[in-house]
């Protein structure tokens, strides 16, 4: 059994910052891609980042230079620092991460980390 867990979401003024943290934990032989979604009340979950095992890392257009993902591999831990937060990025995050546990590859969701912008 996998799980993921987020945490680090919060309240937070437009222009600042904060640092969200996804934990794997259960059976992993290894996490082979880690991505970061977000989705609001009537839209779609939309892709904001994500990083493979070899460090390559993509960001949607929306949050370039503002965001940042990275992996720690020996915490099997992911972490999406954002900056320069705008009311925008308002939204329940998720951690999405494909896992390869007991020889199989599955992809896995966390629970969401609400972030909120406002003054």
């Known amino acids: 059994q996998v799980q993921l867990v987020e945490s680090g979401g919060g309240l937070v003024q437009p222009g600042g910052s904060l640092t969200l943290s996804c934990v794997a934990s259960g059976t992993i032989d290894s996490i082979y891609v880690m991505g970061w979604y977000r989705q609001t009340p009537g839209k779609q979950r939309e892709l904001v980042a994500h990083?493979?095992?070899?460090?390559?890392?993509n960001l949607v257009d929306s949050v370039k230079g503002r965001f940042a993902i990275s992996t720690d591999v020996a915490k099997n831990t992911g972490y999406l620092q954002m900056n320069t937060l705008k009311p925008e990025d308002t939204a329940v995050y998720y951690c999405?991460?494909?896992?390869?546990?007991?020889?199989?590859?599955?992809?896995?969701w966390g629970q969401g980390t609400q972030v909120t912008v406002s003054s």
């Open positions: 999405n991460a494909g896992i390869v546990t007991l020889g199989k590859r599955l992809w896995y």
């Open positions: 990083i493979t095992s070899t460090g390559s890392t």
